[in-house]
T-cell receptor, first 114, second 113 residues
Framework: GENVEQHPSTLSVQEGDSAVIKCTYS??????FPWYKQELGKRPQLIID?????GEKKDQRIAVTLNKTAKHFSLHITETQPEDSAVYFC?????????????FGTGTLLAVQP | NAGVMQNPRHLVRRRGQEARLRCSPM?????VYWYRQLPEEGLKFMVY????????ESGMPKERFSAEFPKEGPSILRIQQVVRGDSAAYFC???????????FGPGTRLTVL
């Protein structure tokens, strides 16, 4: 079945530095790749997503890149701030198929040190 | 426009009891997904429903778990004869149609004593 691997599991950066989280998916039919941020005890919140017809998408300090050939996608956060500290999950899905379930990575705990 | 609602937010059950978790999707959303998050783990897909239909239940345990999304009212995830391993956060998400982003509710944290 579909599998999504996510690295690293923990990431500590200094405030102002950049953070990069990488994911790999196994099902080449996947065509939708969202990223969720989850603060402790809270709901996952969609922060950015990308579809397979584009290679990069940016929203202020957050960007996502997609390499369909290698089946890799990455989240880039620039100028990190303490409020960026949270667990980040990548996910993959096949929109338009029989199901639109999200297959999640195992999460990355990002700690931004002030 | 209210977001996805879930209740109860916290639920404590003793082994062998039943747990009923409710999810009201965002207004205008007719697709509901249930995910389970074990402590310090990622989210695992359980079931995908549209009104009165189960579309994909490939992530549901074969026994004790069931889900429904009736024509009227919230979606319900039902766990019969709960065991300690059922302790987890259960999140539902909704989307306006099957091909769009999913918005998550606040979750129900189930504790089985």
């Amino acid at each position: 079945g579909e599998n999504v691997e996510q690295h690293p599991s923990t990431l500590s950066v200094q405030e102002g530095d950049s953070a990069v989280i990488k994911c790999t998916y196994s099902d080449s039919a996947s065509n939708y790749f969202p990223w969720y941020k989850q603060e402790l005890g809270k709901r996952p919140q969609l922060i950015i997503d990308i579809r397979s017809n584009v290679g990069e998408k940016k929203d202020q300090r957050i960007a996502v890149t997609l390499n369909k050939t290698a089946k890799h996608f990455s989240l880039h956060i620039t100028e990190t701030q303490p409020e960026d500290s949270a667990v980040y999950f990548c996910a993959a899905s096949m929109i338009g198929g029989a199901t639109n379930k999200l297959i999640f990575g195992t999460g990355t705990l990002l700690a931004v040190q002030p | 426009n209210a977001g996805v609602m879930q209740n109860p937010r916290h639920l404590v059950r003793r082994r062998g009891q039943e747990a009923r978790l409710r999810c009201s999707p965002m207004k205008g959303h007719s697709h509901v997904y249930w995910y389970r998050q074990l402590p310090e783990e990622g989210l695992k897909f359980m079931v995908y429903l549209q009104k009165e239909n189960i579309i994909d239940e490939s992530g549901m345990p074969k026994e004790r778990f069931s889900a429904e999304f009736p024509k009227e009212g919230p979606s319900i995830l039902r766990i019969q004869q709960v065991v300690r391993g059922d302790s987890a956060a259960y999140f539902c998400a909704s989307s306006p149609w099957g091909g769009n982003e999913q918005f998550f509710g606040p979750g129900t944290r189930l504790t089985v004593l």
